[in-house]
């Protein structure tokens, strides 16, 4: 194994590539109620074992560098390259920045911040009037922020699995739902028959892509 300098250890690009995040989300998801501090610090606490493995110590590599070892042969597994399991495990060559998903990675990250900014701005002028929000991404689904947040750790996920943060994903997911669910019951002891006829016709996650097709 020869490599002139590990790529981890590396505590102030753990501390700064999560704080960038952190705030970047903060910015336009703007936590004021309890229920948006969980959702908040959830995705914080993933943002922040990802870059804790991705920079700091790679927890991953190293529970895994028996069979990684094994399987891949010659591996350098204190490199940065060899930390973008799924170009590993698919025995891509060549810069892993370049592969099919890790590009698909900033797509899912584009979009989820892009629809995370434009949930916040319809739910910031509706609140101040009193008001449901039902236009701009609101008018497709009724949880655009959750589904941001879900696309923004799916992009994360594609550039840099971890078996921690493979492990939160799915109780995240749950979380999620929970949360939208209270807030819809929120939402239906404010607006009453207004809510339920916007429910009835904008899916809960999923927008429909034509007609007829199922509520998500």
Request: aromatic share 18%; glycine share 8%.
């Amino acid at each position: 194994m020869n490599h002139s300098e590990t790529a981890y250890g590396l505590w102030f690009l753990v501390a700064l590539n999560s704080a960038v995040f952190i705030l970047f989300a903060f910015s336009f998801f703007k936590p004021a109620t309890a229920r948006d501090w969980r959702t908040f610090g959830a995705f914080s606490a993933f943002v922040v074992a990802l870059f804790v493995e991705m920079y700091g110590f790679p927890l991953t590599i190293y529970l895994m560098s028996g069979w990684l070892a094994t399987r891949f042969p010659g591996l350098d597994l204190l490199t940065h390259d060899t930390g973008h399991l799924w170009s590993t495990l698919l025995g891509e060559t060549g810069d892993p920045h370049f592969g099919v998903l890790h590009l698909a990675s900033y797509v899912f990250l584009g979009y989820g911040f892009y629809l995370l900014s434009s949930a916040w701005h319809v739910l910031y002028h509706a609140q101040r009037q009193h008001s449901l929000a039902t236009t701009g991404p609101y008018a497709r689904i009724r949880h655009p922020q959750y589904v941001a947040f879900v696309l923004i750790l799916l992009g994360f996920l594609l550039q840099w699995p971890t078996l921690l943060t493979l492990l939160m994903f799915p109780v995240l997911l749950v979380m999620y739902g929970r949360l939208a669910i209270t807030e819809e019951n929120e939402m239906r002891k404010q607006f009453g028959v207004k809510y339920d006829a916007y429910a009835r016709s904008t899916p809960r996650f999923i927008p429909r892509i034509g007609r007829g097709a199922a509520e998500g």
